[in-house]
């Protein structure tokens, strides 16, 4: 369900941002699943929607901002968020910066989702 919360905001099919897109977007879906089966410690989808959000649970009558996931150009790859307009960002990799190891990556997604900083500290 988080997968379907969270709208990832694309670049166009394609050009050669999207395909970078596409690479940082399944090793985020490839968490959320790691996640969800709970092989990421304290952090579980709850925390990745607060995290978003503001909140851990969908509520009943939804968001009035849909969430989504916005993909911008970054020193570092521990995620932001803006609360306030429902939006997680997800660094990208370039070639001066690519990304790193999928473990380094998952142990920051663990980082950023485990406090209330939202990626700012």
Do not use: W
């Amino acid at each position: 369900m988080l997968t379907h919360l969270l709208n990832p905001q694309f670049s166009a099919e394609g050009s050669n941002r999207r395909q970078r897109e596409n690479s940082t977007y399944t090793l985020f879906i490839k968490y959320m699943r790691e996640a969800a089966s709970g092989r990421r410690g304290a952090v579980n989808l709850g925390s990745i929607l607060r995290f978003a959000t503001g909140t851990e649970e969908d509520s009943a009558l939804s968001f009035a901002l849909q969430p989504s996931i916005q993909f911008m150009e970054s020193a570092n790859f521990l995620p932001t968020a803006n609360t306030c307009i429902n939006r997680m960002n997800l660094s990208l990799p370039d070639e001066s910066n690519p990304l790193p190891l999928q473990e380094e990556l998952f142990n920051l997604f663990d980082l950023a989702f485990c406090n209330t900083f939202f990626g700012l500290e």
